[in-house]
């Protein structure tokens, strides 16, 4: 238990710029509501403060900024007086903290379930994250999806910060329901000093050549890794999965790739042994499978999942492709995880290189394909035109154009393969 009496829902490795603790309130907010209509971020740095403010540790300065510019966030906020501790009040959690809650409630058997159900009866939370003048993030707590419904996810919808409710998604189950908002806090040890905020990392258009990186000895973000490709991860030390993280060139994408190679519907299943055979931890395993450093592990799981089939077969999978790949001399590629790909979208969000700035390390506006399972028929992807994720179909290979009117744009799944190294 925190000091706020939450229950720590987040540890971070080290001391942070922010603290080193997330703490979730266990006392459960009943409001439902509107985001408001507030602009947070106006003119040229806009688009990089949208993406700092999805960021663990981010929160606190979301909502001090919602409270001092909205009467509604105000009252909110006023509402909620008793969630002080040490001087610090609880705040409503940026886009990365809400899914930091909704993955620790998702793989422990925590008191914070009996404040935040799970599962069919789950229900919709607000992040304090802008997304646009007009959008804002928000996390699904039935199945751990975050949404901002634009660019055509919702047709016609031309915001959602003055909507209370959840929307309806094409081929989902879920009901529209009222969003809610939940309370966490951050903290660091008593006495323990805050270290400086990061800089931005400076990412030149082409990446930055470095001889102690193209050697595998020290690198950082915006270095062209010994694979060629662009270094967008540095944990700071050594795991047990490495240290850097770097995305192959765009000349070794993979496109139009299925992710599970058999046929499509509950007949998949049948044909190929699942991937999470445990029905009692199968929930658990595919949280954790989202989180950085378990891309490489996902892909070996995916691949001997299809060891039965033929070479070209697997193949012709994304796992499959990224795992057989070999590209600027190495062969040890693999298809990212949905944490690990939306670290790299958000790194060349955050330097300029995304689809809406110089796109120099050439993606596409559709969707990429994660390592990461969603459920026995469906997996994670990423849509590049604005970095929201979705469960997508196995065994599409592109964008299905929409049955009723209209001309959604089908466009051929992509595979970036990324490695680990250090």
């Known amino acids: 238990m925190g000091p706020g009496g939450g229950i720590v829902f987040f540890v971070a490795p080290t001391v942070q710029w922010w603290g080193k603790y997330l703490e979730a309130s266990t006392k ?7 985001w408001d209509q507030v602009v947070l971020h106006r003119g040229s740095d806009a688009k990089v403060q949208r993406i700092l ?16 510019s909205s009467n509604i966030w105000a009252s909110r906020q006023s509402a909620n007086n008793g969630r002080v501790a040490d001087g610090v009040r609880f705040h409503i959690p940026s886009k990365d903290e809400l899914d930091a809650l909704y993955n620790f409630i998702a793989t422990t ?5 009996g404040t935040f159900t799970l599962g069919v009866n789950g229900q919709p939370f607000w992040s304090s994250s802008e997304a646009s003048d007009t959008f804002a993030w928000y996390q699904l707590f039935q199945d751990g999806t975050q949404f901002t419904d634009a660019n055509g996810i919702i047709r016609g919808l031309s915001g959602n910060k003055s909507v209370g409710f959840s929307n309806v998604h094409t081929g989902s189950n879920f009901a529209s329901l009222p969003i809610r908002f939940a309370w966490v806090r951050a903290f660091a040890p008593r006495g323990v000093p805050l270290p400086t905020r ?8 082409g990446g930055r050549v470095s001889a102690a990186c193209t050697a595998g000895v ?4 915006g270095d062209i890794g010994p694979g060629g490709g662009l270094v967008f991860y540095d944990a700071g030390s050594k795991q047990p999965w490495g240290r850097w993280l770097e995305a192959a060139p765009a000349a070794c994408e993979g496109v139009g790739k299925v992710w599970r190679n058999a046929a499509a519907n509950k007949k998949g299943t049948q044909q190929l042994p699942l991937l999470y055979p445990k029905w009692a931890t199968a929930a658990r395993e595919r949280v954790k499978s989202k989180a950085i450093g378990m891309g490489s592990q996902n892909t070996a799981r995916i691949v001997k999942q299809h060891s039965a089939l033929p070479a070209a077969a697997r193949e012709a999978t994304a796992a499959g492709y990224a795992h057989a790949l070999v590209c600027s001399g190495k062969d040890d590629w693999f298809l990212p995880s949905k944490d690990e790909l939306d670290t790299l979208y958000n790194v060349l969000a955050l330097t300029d290189h995304d689809i809406t700035g110089t796109n120099a390390f050439g993606f596409d506006r559709g969707f990429y394909w994660t390592s990461s ?11 590049w035109i604005d970095g929201q994720q979705f469960d997508r179909e196995k ?9 009723k009117g209209g001309t959604e744009d089908p466009r051929p799944f992509r595979v970036r393969p990324i490695r680990a190294f250090g």
Request: glycine residues 6%; aromatic residues 6%.
């Open 28 to 34: 459960p907010d009943q409001t439902t509501g509107a």
């Open 53 to 68: 403010g999805k960021a663990v540790g981010t929160g606190a300065s979301n909502t001090e900024q919602l409270v001092a």
């Open 109 to 113: 058997k925590s008191p914070l379930s």
């Open 198 to 205: 990061p800089l931005i990392p400076n990412i030149p258009s």
């Open 218 to 221: 020290a690198c950082a973000v």
């Open 373 to 383: 399972e969603y459920n026995n028929e469906t997996a994670w992807t990423q849509y």
């Open 395 to 403: 065994w599409l290979s592109a964008n299905e154009v929409r049955r």
